[in-house]
Nanobody, 120 residues
């Protein structure tokens, strides 16, 4: 069984910072891309940032220059450093990973989500 567990969410004032972490555990052959998505009330889930196994990153325009995604492959962890937070960043943030449990058997996995609330 594969599990993704996020942590680091909370309540912060506008302009503040938070760092989200997501730990992947279980029987895994390889983790390919990892990423963070978010879903605000009444809105669809949207991509925040992704990072490939080789470290190539991609960001939503709304977070470029403020958020940084990174990963620690030896521990199967992905981070999201969020700076200069704005009220519109308020959402549930979900960790995602493209995982091969066995050679050639890839699937998308999701965490349970962590709430980020930015007050004005």
């Amino acid at each position: 069984q594969v599990q993704l567990v996020e942590s680091g969410g909370g309540l912060v004032q506008a302009g503040g910072s938070l760092r989200l972490s997501c730990v992947v555990s279980g029987s895994i052959f390889r983790i390919n891309a990892m990423g963070w998505y978010r879903q605000a009330p009444g809105k669809q889930r949207e991509l925040v940032a992704t990072i490939s196994s080789g470290g190539y990153t991609n960001y939503a325009d709304s977070v470029k220059g403020r958020f940084t995604i990174s990963r620690y492959n030896l521990r199967n962890i992905v981070y999201l450093q969020m700076n200069s937070l704005k009220p519109e960043d308020t959402a549930v943030y979900y960790c995602n990973a493209d995982i091969e449990r066995y050679v050639g058997r890839r699937a998308d996995y999701w965490g349970q989500g962590t709430q980020v609330t930015v007050s004005s």
